[in-house]
């Protein structure tokens, strides 16, 4: 398939000078580059993509990931200190929230203006402004200073004014993730438009939804760089592998292509060997050293039809003599809300007296009866002390990523429980 290519972005970096205090600025400027008295901060580095006619591209990434400063090269708000940047056709750009507004000035007062600003005459303002003020639709507001706006009405306005342009090139950061659910629809019916007329859009969001349902590809950054470019599924499981691991998981991650910590990295390990990390909340005597979520198959997996059978192995390694080992699971949902928890106490599966050097793989047998949604389980091992007492010996929070979706879709929430509705006349 041809690819008529708007943006181009061919191996560009970004250095951000950083000064420790106000007077060094004076000090560099003084000493005409004999001396630095700055550190350097590389935003982004080598950073290459395209962007072809028609195309929607999701970029993903944690925050300080780069993604803000590649969008406002791209605008031309920010020079790249390397590389080369080409944009080929009319390119409105939603930067920031509010960027461009006169918070003294009205709204109407702020459409004429970032009209101006985009090249549009009074006249050709005067006959959009209608159809501004109703996409906007915040009322009599329209006409009050946008000082006084809710960051909801920002966003109202903001996108209005750039709706109007009728751009070869949409660029959003963030910025719809702060206006209501009605009007993320609007917005996104808008870009749906855009896109069908052949316009070329990339969105930032930390939404994988988001970027799952409308891009076609995404671009993952990582301290500012590209670390994968591809099919929007694709990069998003890379995005969750990296949101939801350390940094040496994921770098694993990146060299196994696995979606989740694969339970054999922990039979590489010798678990008489002194612990090379710390647990994460407990003292040590016991780690999880590997987990991983299967299907029925026994396939490694993270996306599953409510009610299917899974298998979590959570494998822990023994450094010292243990009472009563116990081991748990907590699922929840992305709001933190707790969704199913279990554990070997629970089902009388509780393993006595492991001693150094022992290792254990543990077992959940779940039927996933979730709504759809996607989940995060957190795993814990501790120490039965009495009855009454346990101490923690690691735990690893949010480690597994459990994706459920309910074909044909029979209801909302968290639990999926089996259901009929019938209507009778009486």
Sequence with gaps: MSCERVIS???VSKRFEMYAQPRDRLLQFLSFGRRQYFKEFWALRDVSLHVCKGETVGILGRNGS???TLLQIIAGTLSPTTGDVDVKGKLAALLELGSGFNPEFTGRENVYLNGSVL???KAQMDARFDEIAAFADIGEHLDQPVKTYSSGMYVRLAFAVQACVQPDILIVDEALSVGDEKFQRKCFDYIE?????????LIVTHSTSTVEKFCQRAALLHRGELHALGPAKEVIDQYHALLYSDEKTYLRYLNASQPQQAATDAE???PAE???QAAEDGDARALIRGWQARDERGEPCE??????KAVITVDVDVFAPITMLQAGLLIRTIEGVSAFGTSTMYHGTSYPSPQRGDRLRIEFDLDLTLGEGTYFATLAIAEEVTQAHMEYLDRKTDAIILKISQRPLRGGGIAALRSSVSVAKL
């Design 9 to 11: 972005v061919d191996n």
């Design 303 to 308: 996306a599953f039809q409510s009610g299917q």
């Design 274 to 276: 002194q612990p090379e």
């Design 193 to 201: 438009g855009l896109r069908a007329a052949g316009c070329a859009i």
């Design 66 to 68: 780069g993604k803000s």
């Design 119 to 121: 090249g549009f005459s």
């Design 268 to 270: 590489s390990a010798s």
